[in-house]
């Protein structure tokens, strides 16, 4: 097993609030540890499931010693969305990093897929990612151009380019995720707010990759795609909480989509 070492100093993110969907697992946990790790004071993770959220805060407070609650929240829902940055102002007085994880996905052909298959995960990753944005914009929003401006991080995919089969639904879903990435962090520079993707490649046990490939071992998903990737190999949850921590501190970046896949994207059609 490969370690990751953080390349950045361990208290760049000294102070900082963050509040993320999904953070409960796969990405979205480690995502949260790696914000943790690099200083942020203390985090809420969100998601649908209070057994996994309660689990994982307990871990990620063990693991990083710092402050971590959680937040039962269906992004779908606005009102559950403003419940979760009230939630974070309260118990920490500040929001500076908010991480929109929650995603949903499943594979389905496209004439397989019911409208209301195909709204769910709509709902759940673009709908959601923009409940969340407004409700905390009031939260994050500043009135000076100081260097220390909040950031709103979307994570997205590479499966939208230009097409990935079975994935009619998330891929568009995806796509206006990192079309809302761009309008946002245009209208809302001038409040201070950056605002960012990541799209993550094939990464090792994590229900996106596993799910793209029932059945097999964790070796053989990781030896059946990864030879579909320039480097060669599945990425690790740590190298996209890492590309986080470059994003959040990566002050005069705002309205890009990095993708962190290992160049997975290269072998796709130009959009
Ligand atoms: C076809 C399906 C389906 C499936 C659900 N639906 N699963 N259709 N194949 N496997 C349809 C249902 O039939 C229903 O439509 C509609 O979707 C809503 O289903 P519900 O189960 O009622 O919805 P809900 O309980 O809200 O579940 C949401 C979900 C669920 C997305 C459908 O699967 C989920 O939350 N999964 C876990 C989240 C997850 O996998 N996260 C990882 C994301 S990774 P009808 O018409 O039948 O009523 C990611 C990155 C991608 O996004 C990158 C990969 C490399």
Redesign the pocket.
């Known amino acids: 097993m490969t370690t990751i070492t953080s390349p950045f100093r361990t208290d760049c993110l000294k102070g900082k609030v963050v509040l993320i969907t ?1 953070g409960g697992s ?1 990405i979205g946990f480690e995502v949260t540890k790696q914000l943790l790790a690099h200083g942020a004071k203390g985090a809420v993770i969100c998601g ?1 499931r209070q057994e996994f959220l309660e689990r994982s805060a307990s871990i990620l407070r063990k693991e990083t010693g710092k402050e971590c609650k959680w937040k039962v929240t269906d992004v779908r829902d606005p009102k559950a969305c403003v419940d979760a940055v009230e939630y974070t102002i309260r118990q920490f007085g500040r929001l500076d990093i908010l991480v929109n994880g929650a ?6 052909e496209a004439k ?6 195909f ?3 709509m709902s ?2 673009t709908l959601g990612t923009f409940n969340m944005c407004s409700a905390a914009f009031p939260s994050l929003k500043h009135n000076n151009h100081s260097t220390d401006a909040p950031i709103i991080m979307n994570i997205s ?3 939208q380019c230009p097409a990935t089969h079975w ?1 009619a639904h ?1 891929s568009a879903a ?1 796509a206006a995720v990192d079309s809302l990435t761009r309008s946002l962090a245009l209208e809302w520079g001038e409040y201070n707010i950056r605002v960012v993707g990541i799209a ?3 990464i090792k046990d ?4 596993t ?2 490939a029932p059945g097999m071992s964790s070796e053989e998903v990781n030896e059946l795609i990864g030879a579909g990737v320039p480097l060669g190999r599945l990425g690790d949850a740590t190298e996209i909480g890492h590309a986080a921590v470059f994003l959040a501190t990566s002050l005069y970046t705002t309205g890009t989509v990095l993708n962190v896949d290992g160049g997975e994207w290269l072998y796709k059609q130009p959009m």
């Not at 397989?112 to 298959?117: A, E, R, V, W, Y």
């Not at 994590?206 to 990759?209: D, I, L, N, S, V």
């Open positions: 999904g796969g649908r995603a949903g996905n499943f594979l389905a397989d897929l019911s409208p209301k298959g709204a769910t995960v759940i990753d995919a590479t499966l994935q998330a995806k993550p490649g094939p994590t229900p996106g990759t799910k793209l």
